[in-house]
């Protein structure tokens, strides 16, 4: 049981309870206090070992006392915690600036919360243990907002500043600089009207506006941290409105009746005096705009749409009227075939008929936003949190250094600092991610004010460094050449860092445990045992301070494997002050110069939750799903932003610009913004579609047009409280035939039918009876954590729209969210410990109708639906500089898995409950009709199998698939293909994508449908009607390398079954076109026709699969036997096949070769 003060800066009381069964035991609390040796550790070698307690759900932490023994039921610990600049009381962090004062040579204390490890989970103590750090963190440097910019000056900085470069300087340095010749300390130039100031500067004091009262004068409401309205009788009782106007005559705020012309704008009206405001204008003017298709390119393209459907239509109504009575068998075949890809191709245009384009203006953000105004006078972000997820497995197949680039990216975003927290979740447990991100967070304190300072582009520093475009392009500091130096050298011996981690936890990891087993061999000796014996010490993995490390160990023992370990939170960065601070001048201890930079870190948290065996931990979505309780409970974000970790940030504005839309008028029934997936390291000739670009750039806008894109596993922008499984605040009812008539709904305040519980979940406020019912409820749907459950409302009303803006009924106050976080502390951590324990999810809704969906190999596509279906849009937002970038399996055998593995998971949609045949009534019609696709075209392959083969069986028997070749049937093929040809040349028009990204969509198409869909048909089918469980490996990311190949990838040929399929195909029918030649060259009564037909219809299979032809033959053309093999037994297994079903019919002339 812990119980702290209500004061952050009073003394913290923990009480412990023994539950030892006799004997006594050390416990204590960790001192905030740097520890001087690691002998302090328990768990060290160098110091004694102490036992180890076993509680549910107490806090308290391991610390070395023999001396001290248990004699009593209950004992207390008080230990003064002193303020520090992330542990702080309320009211000194909104008016107290950081002080560069301290007693260690000017370096303050390091953070209690940001310097310790805290572990727990089940039948475990939660523990928090300090760590000790070779490196110290640089001292914090105070604000130079307030202060003067001269040395050796600390005096206050004069309101109006007299230089347009804005160099901080006090009244009296002022007037000095003006008596000695008039220039400006900061640009060295000329202050304008000089001559004036200086005679007017008795006035000037006079003429300064009265500040308003202090924000840290208004009660705080600690469960939303929003700032009362300054119309409330707040102020003090001698405060006269009317007066002080009266005094500052008239030169602040906006109302008045005349607006000076020195006031706050550069344009000056009439009679010398500025025009008023608009005061309506940041209300108004729209975040972002719908950029219709331009209609000379949409209505040709519907109309085409059109043709090309009557044209199936008839063509199949000619095919099943004139059948083929010399091959029935080859007529039905094909046929089928037909009707189901005409079926399939329907399903895939009808979400296409309504693409549109958005924009977003930024300028509008910053001004609505971050502007200063009655409500927020210092100008302060009113702009909402954003938590982002960044998740990894294994640092084998995700490099620890690819890691960290994508978290350094995250931390140099263009973003408001104290509004940004990053997770990183470790689901593997491994210590060599954690001391990686360690060396990432040191790392950060220099890349972080070299890209805010120089506006760096892209903010990830392997991706900047190895572009080979000019790097001194747009720059214009002097100093860039010589700062990118510096940060390019430590940049270098940082990746050294990095991939020596390895050797170095193991050879450390070695020494500790050899020094255990001497000090196991000493006591065994000294307790007189028998020296033959063998003795069995753990090969435990140990931290640099000489602590066991509480995740997973190289060699796996109990309570430390994959599978089996505690949970871990570590606060790598504290949360930041809410005032900037400005760094210092290059020295020995800064390599850049950072006097005008804000040097804050956003907040980084490493997470690795519990495992346990006999718990289904749900692979990636349970990890997810953690991190949304922990973040919740730490930082509580009102929106998420999840990336893989490959993906990492390649536009610094990306988040603003998915702002813009959770933030405008409407969107607060957007659930998630979903920006595209871009690559980086795929080859020029993008032989497998790696880009993807016909999905993302085609399907993705056409769905935008409709309830919004799907999501796609990263680069998502989710609004908290629709993860939660909520409703959106209104939305619309289709009902009828397609849809056509629409019912509004506003479940805000309406009360929701208990039948649509399952799926259409209460409303956040209900002002009815049912309040209470939904309140008694949370628990079973979040879980037990009651701190949880009081974070959701403060999401949803931090997430809300302005109050400001047209038609917004339950908005927020504008400056709502103007004011600091509270900082952290060890029971807040501790609370986040225990919702990442294994058990926490048992008998509630998480992985059900809460978080990431469970019970899928492709868990995004599910989750989005489910939003979807409970009438929340989403939207696509495509800038102009790509906003995330990663990396793509240029491996042929490679991205056939990862194509297996998305197939896999429709096909678990279309045998589940997600299946769109069952959705509400909620989502429109052509959005139902494309997740029912998401769900169907894997079985599209059973088809394309067959009609891969049918050329060949028509040269083989010399049959075709209709009688003869008609100009009906070549007319109607004509029109089809050209109609089919004419839409892809449209859609390139409005989409953006070339042609050559269009026909390796096409062939990849084939080669997929051939090779990974049917495979993953048979395992769905498998999951359905056996159980059987099906699992996949992670998809390997390479770390780049300077000195290998860049596409050396590409040409390895590795060995998977999922080739036989394909490369039967193209033998069968290689052989094929020379038997069918070689007949009809010979025959007596040739059928030219026929022939030609048959070899028309195999070179359309051969040309779709050329790119998987030369993806076999790897860099020097050689080919696995083992390919060779299979393909050979195939080919003669279906040959004696034919042969048997339809012999020959006895020996004819043509047979026989006779020369000329």
């Known amino acids: 049981m812990v119980q702290m003060a209500s004061s952050p800066g009073s003394p913290v009381t923990i009480r412990v309870s023994s539950e030892g069964k006799g004997g006594s035991r050390s416990i204590g609390l960790t001192s905030p206090i740097r520890r001087l040796s690691m002998s302090n550790n328990p768990n060290s070698p160098l110091g004694s070992v102490s036992n180890r307690a076993s509680s549910g759900g107490r806090y308290c932490s391991t610390v070395k006392d023999e001396a001290m023994e248990l004699s009593t039921e209950f004992v207390s610990y008080t230990v003064h915690i002193p303020p520090t600049p992330d542990h702080q009381p309320v009211s000194a962090s909104l008016n107290s600036l950081p002080d560069d004062s301290s007693k260690d040579g000017g370096k303050p204390e390091r953070s209690y919360i940001s310097g310790t490890i805290f572990t727990g989970g089940f039948n475990s103590v939660t523990r928090g243990h300090v760590i000790e750090r070779s490196n110290e963190e640089p001292a914090t440097v105070k604000s130079t907002g307030m202060f003067c910019g001269m040395r050796g000056c600390d005096g206050k900085v004069i309101q109006r500043l007299p230089c347009e470069c804005s160099f901080r300087i006090c009244k009296d340095c002022y007037l000095d600089c003006v008596r000695n010749g008039g220039k400006c300390p900061g640009c060295k130039e000329m202050y304008r009207d000089a001559s004036d100031e200086e005679g007017q500067s008795g006035s000037e004091e006079d003429d300064q506006a ?68 608009d005061f309506g204008e940041k209300t108004r003017r729209p975040l972002t705009r719908k950029v219709g298709i331009s209609a000379a390119i949409l209505s040709p393209y519907r109309l085409l749409m059109v043709v090309r459907l009557i044209a199936l239509g008839f063509f199949l109504t000619w095919r099943i009227l004139h059948p083929n009575h010399d091959a029935m068998w080859l007529w039905g075949m094909s046929i089928t075939c037909e009707l189901w890809f005409a079926f399939s191709w329907l399903l895939d245009q009808l979400p296409k008929l309504c693409p549109v384009n958005r924009v977003t203006d930024l300028s509008v953000l910053k001004d609505r936003f971050e502007s200063p105004s009655l409500r927020n006078p210092k100008g302060r972000s009113d702009l909402p949190g954003i938590d982002v997820f960044v998740s990894t497995a294994d640092p084998e197949k995700e490099p620890p250094l690819v890691t960290s680039n994508t978290i350094l990216s995250i931390l140099a975003v263009d973003y408001p600092v104290e509004k940004l927290a990053c997770y990183l979740s470790d689901d593997g447990g491994s210590l060599l991610t954690f001391e990686a991100l360690a060396e990432t967070a040191s790392f950060a304190r220099i890349w972080v004010p070299f890209c805010r300072k120089h506006a760096i582009e892209p903010r990830n520093p392997e991706a900047y460094f190895s572009q080979k475009r000019d790097f001194l392009k747009n720059k214009v500091r002097l100093d860039f050449v010589r700062e990118r130096r510096r940060v390019k050298r430590e940049y270098d011996e940082f990746k050294v860092r990095i991939n020596s981690l390895p050797d170095s936890i193991r050879r450390r990891s070695d020494a500790y445990n050899a020094h255990e087993e001497l000090r196991a061999k ?82 980084l948290v490493y997470v690795s939750r519990e495992k346990r065996p006999g718990y289904d931990h749900n692979k990636k979505a349970g990890a997810m799903n953690a991190l949304v309780r922990t973040s919740a409970i730490m930082s509580n974000g009102p929106f998420i932003l999840n990336l893989d970790c490959d993906h990492y940030i390649n536009n610094c504005l990306a988040l603003r610009e998915g702002m813009c839309f959770m933030l405008d008028r409407g969107g607060d029934r ?178 059900q109708r809460v978080g990431w969906i469970y019970g899928s190999v492709t868990e995004d596509v599910v989750t989005g639906y489910r939003m979807h279906n409970r009438g929340w849009r989403s939207v696509y937002c495509v800038t102009r500089r790509d906003a995330f970038r990663g990396t793509a399996p240029i491996n042929l055998t490679d991205r056939l898995h990862q194509v297996l593995r998305w197939a896999t998971g429709s096909v678990e949609i279309f045998f589940s409950r997600n299946n769109a045949l069952f959705a509400s009534h909620r989502m429109k019609f052509l959005q139902r009709v494309a997740y029912f696709n998401v769900g169907i075209y894997p079985f599209t392959s059973i088809f394309l199998l067959v009609y891969c083969i049918l050329p060949a069986v028509s040269l083989f028997t010399g049959q075709f698939i209709v009688q003869s070749l008609s100009v009906t049937f070549l007319t109607f093929l004509l029109i089809i293909t050209v109609t089919l040809c004419l839409l892809a040349i449209l859609e390139i028009r409005w989409s953006g994508i070339t042609l050559h990204d269009w026909w390796r969509n096409e062939q990849f198409w084939l080669i997929g449908g051939t090779s990974a869909h049917p495979t993953a048909v048979l395992q769905g089918l498998l999951k359905v009607i056996a159980g059987v469980d099906i699992s996949f490996n992670l998809t390997s990311k390479s770390a780049a390398d300077d000195n290998d190949d860049e596409f050396a990838e590409l040409y390895v040929v590795k060995w998977s079954f999922l080739m036989v399929p394909p490369i039967t195909i193209m033998m069968v029918n290689m052989i094929a076109i020379a038997v069918g030649v070689a007949r009809t060259m010979y025959s007596t009564f040739p059928q030219w026709s026929k022939l030609v037909g048959g070899v028309f219809f195999s070179f359309w299979v051969l040309c779709h699969m050329y790119p998987f032809a030369k993806g076999l033959m790897g860099r020097r053309g050689k080919i696995p036997t083992i390919i060779y093999v299979w393909s050979g037994l195939l080919s003669i297994v279906i040959s004696l096949l034919w042969v048997y079903i339809s012999p020959p019919g006895g020996r004819n002339d043509y047979m026989k070769f006779q020369f000329p």
């Open 670 to 847: 957007i659930c998630y913004v979903q920006f595209p997936q871009r690559f980086e390291g795929i080859d020029p000739n993008d032989r497998y579609a790696n880009h993807n670009t016909v999905f993302f750039d085609v399907s993705m806008r056409a769905l935008d047009g409709l309830q919004g894109p799907m999501y796609v596993g990263t680069g998502c922008v989710f609004r908290r409280t629709a993860l939660y499984g909520f409703s959106p605040p209104r939305t619309t009812e289709h009902r009828g035939w397609f849809g056509r008539r629409k019912v509004k709904l506003f479940l805000r305040k309406a009360k929701s039918s208990k039948s649509d519980l399952d799926e259409t979940s209460l409303p956040l406020n209900g002002n009815d009876g049912d309040g209470d019912i939904e309140s008694l409820l949370l628990p079973k749907r979040f879980g037990s954590s009651t701190t949880f459950v009081a974070s959701i409302p403060v999401a949803e009303y931090q997430g809300r729209l302005l109050q400001d803006l047209q038609g917004v009924k339950q908005g927020r106050p504008a400056g709502s969210l103007a004011v600091p976080r509270e900082p952290l502390d060890a029971a807040t951590v501790a609370e986040a410990i225990s919702v990442i324990s294994c058990f926490y999810e048992d008998r509630t809704e998480w992985g």
């Open 210 to 277: 009265l500040p308003l009262p202090s924000m840290a004068e208004f009660k705080l409401d600690k469960r939303l941290s929003l700032v009362k309205s300054f119309k409330a009788p707040n102020h003090p009782q001698d405060f006269d409105h009317t007066r002080w106007l009266y005094e500052t005559k008239g030169t602040y705020g906006y109302g008045n009746a005349v607006w000076p012309k020195d006031g706050y704008g550069g344009a000056v009206g009439i009679n010398g005096f500025e025009d008023p405001p």
């Open 522 to 603: 000493k006591k065994q000796m000294e307790m007189g045992g028998n020296l033959s014996e063998p003795i069995k010490v753990p090969k435990a993995t140990w931290m640099s301070d000489g602590a066991h490390w509480p995740g997973t160990w190289s060699s796996a023992e109990a309570e430390h494997s994959r599978g089996d370990h505690a949970g871990i939170i570590q606060a790598m960065l504290a949360p930041p002050n809410s005032e900037p601070v400005i760094g210092k001048e290059a020295d020995d201890m800064n390599l850049i110069d950072t006097t005008q930079v804000d040097i804050r870190l956003p907040m």
